[in-house]
């Protein structure tokens, strides 16, 4: 999760339920043939295996090796979207449902920051601020936000 945050790539983790949205899973090297035939019968996912066995999950010191760091950014590519770019970490979370999406960013840095937000075509929504209820009306194919601490972008289902 660290090389994902660090980049700016969206997270999230899926389980037996739905996987609507989901096209790219990541594997640890002992995943289990099941779980990558389950990602090639849902809309031709694309799945990551993973070759190092280093725990991915969590927080707390460990860090991953550069190694492992280049294999998972050359697996995914470098124009992989939507994605987030910051001077520091930012935490990319997706949610689906029945109107669209839940985007939601988390800063790790200290300081307020400035982030790009690049998505792969034109969306429109609306961006909020909790606990503020207000939102702000968003659009276009590069989102220019600043980040305190958190926001929530709620991005509308192409009708």
């Known amino acids: 999760c660290q090389i994902l945050i660090r980049h700016g790539f969206p997270l999230r983790v899926v389980g037996q339920g739905d996987w609507d949205g989901v096209t790219t899973l990541i594997f640890p090297p002992d995943s289990t043939p099941e779980a990558?035939?389950?990602?090639?019968?849902?809309?031709?996912?694309?799945?990551?295996?993973?070759q190092?066995?280093?725990?991915?999950?969590?927080?707390?010191?460990?860090?991953?090796?550069?190694?492992?760091?280049?294999?998972?950014?050359?697996?995914?590519?470098?124009?992989?979207m939507p994605r987030v770019h910051a001077d520091n970490p930012v935490l990319f979370v997706m949610r689906h449902d029945s109107d669209g999406q839940q985007w939601h960013l988390v800063n790790y840095g200290l300081e307020l920051q400035p982030v790009s937000l690049q998505v792969p075509s034109f969306v429109s929504g609306w961006v909020m601020t909790p606990p503020q209820?207000?939102?702000?009306?968003?659009?276009?194919?590069?989102?220019?936000?600043?980040?305190?601490?958190?926001?929530?972008?709620?991005?509308?289902s192409r009708a």
């Open 36 to 50: 990558r035939r389950r990602l090639e019968n849902y809309n031709g996912g694309r799945g990551i295996t993973l």
């Open 52 to 80: 190092r066995h280093q725990h991915l999950f969590g927080f707390g010191p460990a860090t991953p090796s550069s190694e492992l760091e280049n294999e998972l950014l050359h697996a995914l590519g470098s124009d992989f």
């Open 133 to 156: 209820d207000d939102q702000v009306k968003i659009f276009g194919t590069e989102l220019l936000l600043t980040l305190e601490h958190y926001k929530v972008l709620r991005i509308k």
